[in-house]
């Protein structure tokens, strides 16, 4: 099994946009993280997002690039900044596929990726996640800690410009 992390793109400063939409370098970065993902040639069977704003949106431009239609992304508040890394997990472990991308936030994004990658014995050692940074992890089901590992990592500042 894959699974892609992604750190939603650059959004626009709160006293502008209580929302907090993507701004347009946030939405760069997220064209940038589609065109990586698509030149990986992964093809999801299901996207995850949370449910705020600037998740959404990126999921969204990613599943415009990968053909993946947007109106099938799931979008829940489990993916929300402050999420359980073990709850996530499970809304992972429940869609099924083969590959599953999860748009999502600091700190929930990292503490998901070490805890699939690190056990409670091992300790969980923090992954910083830069804005529309993307993450490749394989494993096996179900997803639970320790099961995968971290295959490569790249910040949107790196991935492919158009």
């Known amino acids: 099994?894959?699974?892609?992390?992604?750190r939603h793109g650059q959004a626009n400063p709160e006293v502008l946009d209580p929302a907090r939409s993507l701004s347009e370098e946030g939405r760069n970065q997220a064209g940038?993280?589609?065109r990586f993902l698509r030149a990986l040639e992964l093809r999801p069977d299901a996207v995850l997002s949370?449910?705020?704003?600037?998740?959404?949106?990126?999921?969204?431009?990613?599943?415009?690039?990968l053909e993946y239609p947007a109106s099938d992304v799931l979008s829940s508040r489990v993916f929300a900044p402050n999420g359980d890394p073990?709850?996530?997990?499970?809304?992972i472990d429940a869609v099924g596929g083969e590959t599953v991308i999860l748009v999502g936030h600091m700190p929930s994004i990292a503490g998901l990726a070490s805890y699939l990658i690190t056990t409670?014995?091992?300790g969980y050692s923090r992954?910083?996640?830069?804005?529309?940074?993307?993450?490749?992890?394989?494993?096996?089901?179900?997803?639970?800690a320790g099961k995968f590992t971290l295959e490569l990592s790249f910040p949107a500042g790196t991935l492919m410009q158009e």
Do not use: H, Y
Not at 50 to 65: G, L, N, P
Not at 129 to 144: N, S
């Open 1 to 6: 099994m894959k699974i892609v992390l992604v």
């Open 50 to 65: 949370s449910d705020k704003a600037r998740a959404v949106e990126t999921a969204r431009v990613i599943c415009d690039i």
């Open 127 to 144: 992954i910083a996640f830069d804005t529309c940074q993307v993450a490749l992890l394989t494993g096996e089901r179900p997803v639970r």
């Open 120 to 122: 409670p014995a091992e």
């Open 86 to 91: 073990e709850e996530m997990a499970g809304e």
């Open 32 to 34: 940038r993280a589609g």
